[in-house]
């Protein structure tokens, strides 16, 4: 092995082996590791000792030719090239996320192998042209524009150019964003501006969500909104063919896109369009926001640009903002309105500040949440509550779509006093979304999908799941306050909610089925969910105190049961989703 190649190893390795002591300044961790960077690869003369890796994976690492480590910065820079690998066969199946596609991009997690592969990559990219081809049917005169971004991982940078290659082997131009987010990637789909290429035909957002810094993925958008599983199960099956195309007939020489690719700046127009609304909920005036005091966390995602291009124009104060740097190691803490350690990670940043506003969003920017200026969480069950208020006071009666783990209480008070109506669906953002978009189309007005996970979508919105569209409403109704002079600071945010019954304690346990366990005896998952399921219900049908609910979805059952105290809300989940992955 080279040692360009073992050099390349080490840096990929190197972030493992730093303290995470998270007082401590992120450039003193790694200038501690630094000159230890040389013993984290165990080598034999001229050979390498990490057998467990293989030769493709090796290939791919070594398209990371150098990393740049600057303050609070992670630029992993790659390099094409071409390999004389032998290649190796991928499950393309397996890497089906629901209406995503994920896996594992990057080698070094004990039992996670690379299957996420640059030349898969690819053949995904290419199958996408060949999906958006067959749909679009454009004629002789044009040919078609797909936009690719991307988040802050570390594999970011070869799977785009992986994607752009893909795409320009189709005859399809490719407009590239760099980092970018999710909810700008299907924007662009929809915006019209000559000078940014726009409106693009497809759209592909190169992310994992929240998931570790070794995964990553795509998500497919058109003019329509994001791909369906279908969509993504067909765009999989023909990955294969063209995949194994190339393993029957060989490397072929497909570096040559740069007259098919254009690089622009779009999310200036994504975030501009984001100004201009808090603008007009604020009666035009150039800065509704001045002398609010908010604070915003990225957790080293792709959501740090909002402080700076989307608040600050806007007349708001931003110190306290923390993690707005792209790190692609996820230093600090996940990128996950859900988790603790972040939610706690905002509010402290708040507090510390005596900021108005608190905002935090996952990696990619499609999910969000709040915290106002006593530290009060804007998550999960109350964000939904708040949402809904805003909604409802601009679109009186109408249905508020959530999935099925919200609690009863929210459904009083948006019914009881909000006035709207609740309808509970499945898990799974598209799953929401799709239900919201069914009931506008059969008559019964609904302007607002919004998931626990913090995925909102809005009928005003084009139905696009968008955290900062999301903090926007937030930030109209603040400044629309202020302007008619009827509340100030984010106490107006917290009087929406007021009346919101929770649940005294809520915890959610996802649980990973052991595929070798005794009790699967050769069975598919989704076997094993149904007995467990069936179980369940055996189990609630055998107790009086216990009453199943009358509408269930994807197995999902909701019960509740009366004692001498207080009532309590369980749900027993098993998403199909997961059982059958």
């Known amino acids: 092995m080279s040692a360009t190649t073992l050099k390349t190893l080490q840096n990929v390795f190197m972030a493992q082996s730093c303290p995470r002591n998270r007082h401590l300044d992120t450039q003193y961790r790694r200038d501690r590791c630094a000159p230890d ?37 992670v630029y992993c820079n790659a390099v094409s090239a071409t390999s004389t690998t032998p290649m190796e066969k991928v499950d393309f199946r397996k890497l089906q996320n629901g209406s995503d596609i994920r896996g594992v991009a990057v080698a070094g997690v004990e039992g996670e192998p690379v299957n996420l592969t640059n030349l898969g990559t690819e053949a995904i990219a290419a199958a996408f042209a060949m999906w958006l081809l067959d749909r679009k049917k454009p004629d002789a005169s044009r040919r078609l524009r797909v936009s690719i971004g991307h ?43 000559e000078e940014f290429f726009c409106p693009v035909d497809g759209s592909i957002m190169i992310t994992a969500s929240h998931l570790p810094y070794n995964r ?41 896109t740069d007259s098919a690719v254009k690089k622009v700046d779009y999310m200036s127009v994504y975030t501009s369009d984001l100004v201009k609304a808090v603008r007009r909920a604020a009666q035009d005036i150039e800065k509704p926001l001045e002398g609010f005091h908010i ?36 230093p600090n803490h996940i990128p996950n309105p859900e988790d603790k350690a972040a939610m706690k990670a905002i509010t402290q940043a708040v507090l510390d500040n005596k900021a108005d506003l608190g905002i935090i969003f996952d990696t990619d920017v499609d999910r969000s949440a709040a915290v106002d ?37 929210l459904t009083t008070f948006i019914e009881k006093k909000l006035g709207g109506k609740h309808h509970r669906f499945k898990r799974g953002y598209k799953n929401v979304i799709d239900e919201a978009i069914r009931l506008n ?45 009827t509340g100030v600071g984010s106490e107006v945010l917290t009087h929406l909610v007021e009346g919101l019954d929770e649940p005294a304690v809520a915890v959610e346990l996802r649980l990973k089925i052991d595929q ?13 969910g149904e007995a467990v399921l069936q179980h369940l219900e055996s189990k609630i049908d055998g107790d009086p105190k216990l009453q199943k609910a009358p509408v269930n979805y994807e197995g999902v059952y909701y019960v509740d049961f009366m004692t001498t105290g207080p009532c309590f809300w369980l749900w027993w989940l098993v998403p199909s989703e997961i059982i059958s992955s």
Request: aromatic share 8%; charged share 20%; net charge negative.
């Open 151 to 193: 988040d802050s991982r570390i594999s970011a940078q070869a799977l785009q150019d992986a994607v752009s290659r893909g795409i320009a082997s189709a005859g399809l131009d490719v407009i590239q964003y760099g980092l970018a987010s999710t909810p700008a990637m299907f924007n662009s789909t929809l915006t019209v501006n």
């Open 295 to 330: 604070v915003v966390d990225a957790g080293n995602g792709a959501g740090g640009f909002f402080a700076a291009t989307v608040l600050e124009p806007l007349g708001a104060i931003t110190t306290g903002s923390q993690f707005l740097e792209p790190d692609g190691m996820f």
């Open 373 to 409: 200026s006593t530290g009060s969480e804007f998550n999960r069950n109350r964000l939904i509550a708040l949402m809904s208020a805003i909604v409802l006071e601009e679109h009186p009666g109408t249905t508020i779509v959530t999935d099925s783990v919200t609690s009863d209480g």
């Open 516 to 528: 070798n366990h005794v009790d699967l005896k050769g069975g598919s998952f989704r076997d094993y």
């Open 441 to 485: 189309s059969v008559g019964e007005e609904s302007h607002l999908a919004i998931e626990t996970s913090g995925h909102g979508a809005l009928k005003e919105n084009h139905w696009l799941d968008d955290g900062a569209y999301t903090m926007v409403k937030l930030l109209n109704k603040l400044a629309s306050a202020r302007a008619s002079g």
């Open 37 to 73: 960077m040389c013993n984290l690869l165990p080598t034999q003369v001229g050979k390498c000792a990490w057998t467990s890796i293989s030769s493709m994976q090796l290939h791919h690492l070594a398209k990371y030719k150098s990393c740049t480590w600057n303050r609070k910065t």
């Open 216 to 256: 990553n993925g795509f998500k497919f958008f058109t003019n329509g909104g994001g791909l369906g599983k279908a969509d993504i199960k067909d765009i999989l099956e023909r990955a294969t063919s063209i995949y194994d195309k190339i393993y029957v007939e060989g490397f072929e020489n497909r570096e040559k």
